[in-house]
Each structure stands twice: as C-alpha cells, then as structure tokens.
C-alpha cells in the first residue's frame, strides 16, 4: 500500500499523485488546502497552525507542543496503517529548517524498509537504505548524491561520473551535479542511506 502525504510547503505539485484503491492520502495540516478534492483526503493530521482552522473528516488534531512535526506524525499513522511506500508532496519547499526534518524523516523511514520519495515542483527525491535505485535513460539532466551520515559500497553505474563501491560521508558533497549521458542508471549502497535529487528538467547550473 502507498500513503500520499501532503505537506504545508510552497512546492506542491500533482505530478505522480495517483492515489489507487487501498492508498492512503494524508494531508499534513496546511496540506489540507492545497488538495482540490477534499473527499479523496483519508485523514488530516496536524495542530493546525499553518491551516489555522480544523478541517471537517477524519482528523487526527495534535498538540502545539510536541516533539514530532505533523509530517512526521502523518507517516507514523501511515506507517501503522501497513504502507509500504511513502511519497511526500510540498514537503521540501518553504522552510529550510523543515525541509530538513523532512528529508531526515525519509531516511529514517527508509531504514525501516519504507520505499520514500519526496515529490517537487523541479525535482524528485529518493531516500534509499541497503538498497538500490535504477533510472530510464534521459539524454540530459541532472543527478545529485548525498549520504546523510557515511556510506559505504556506493556506486553509481550510467551517469557522466561513475565510482564503484566508494565511501561517501555528510562532510564532503562528492555527489553533487551529476548528469545523464543517455544510459540507463543504477545508483546503490551496500551499508547506509542516500539521499537521491533527480531533477525533472536538464540542468546544468552549478556552484
């Protein structure tokens, strides 16, 4: 099963969001406004600061002081719920601070065998842990890697740059702007967790 979490952020798109039966869609407090059709939400979840009224439905209504972020409770219930897959909407624009805890949210959750991705408005993000992912071929575009902690047995196979089984830490942005060469691509980690941008147009800025 999919959960579908829509967050509060600026970033919101509705690439991708095809919620079939059996999926759960959640919206995380301002989530709620940002859903067209209100009666495919399952659950609202939040304090409702960024909302600042309490939606009509299924609501779960959180206290203000609390030690977890909205978004962070949403994927609890939807972990609990069985999802097997997790895929966060206007998660990662907004708030540098929560893109962040979101962004760690995913690679916890990916350590716990939950398949994440963070969809954007120019931009995918996937959060992978022991495991792998495989990209179609794009004659051009841009690919970033990061570890959130150290990884080891990376490698990259079918972008511009290519290592075998390296190991990357938080310290040093070796993965950043890579690029699509018209192959098929596998990017992987033997022990550890990476966070993957693919972003949606090509690309070629850097700094």
């Known amino acids: ?3 579908y979490i829509v967050g509060a952020a600026d970033d919101f798109t509705p690439r991708g969001l095809n919620k079939k039966s059996g999926d759960l869609l959640i919206a995380a407090d ?3 406004g940002k859903i067209e059709d209100k009666s495919a939400i399952d659950l609202t979840v939040g304090d409702f600061d960024s909302l600042g009224y309490v939606p009509d439905g299924n609501v779960i ?3 203000k002081e609390k030690d977890e972020t909205d978004t962070d409770a949403a994927a609890g219930y939807a972990v609990k ?4 897959e997790i895929v966060f909407y206007a998660c990662l624009g907004g708030k540098t601070d929560h893109a962040l805890a979101n962004l760690q949210l995913g690679v916890r959750l ?3 065998g939950v398949k994440v991705s963070f969809i954007s408005r120019d931009f995918t993000v996937y959060v992978i842990n022991d495991g792998k992912l495989s990209l179609p071929a794009r004659e051009s575009g841009r690919v970033s890697v990061f ?3 150290v990884t080891e047995g990376v490698t990259i196979k079918g972008l511009k740059y290519n290592v075998n089984e390296v190991t990357l830490t938080n310290r040093v942005a070796l993965g950043v702007s890579n690029e699509f060469v018209g192959e098929s691509v596998e990017i992987s980690a033997k022990k550890g967790a990476l966070i993957i941008f693919v972003y949606e147009e090509a690309d070629s800025i850097r700094s």
């Open 1 to 3: 099963m999919t959960a």
């Open 81 to 84: 719920q069985g999802a097997e």
């Open 61 to 63: 209504r959180l206290k």
């Open 147 to 149: 570890s959130p902690d």
């Open 110 to 112: 990916a350590g716990t």
């Open 30 to 32: 301002g989530g709620y």
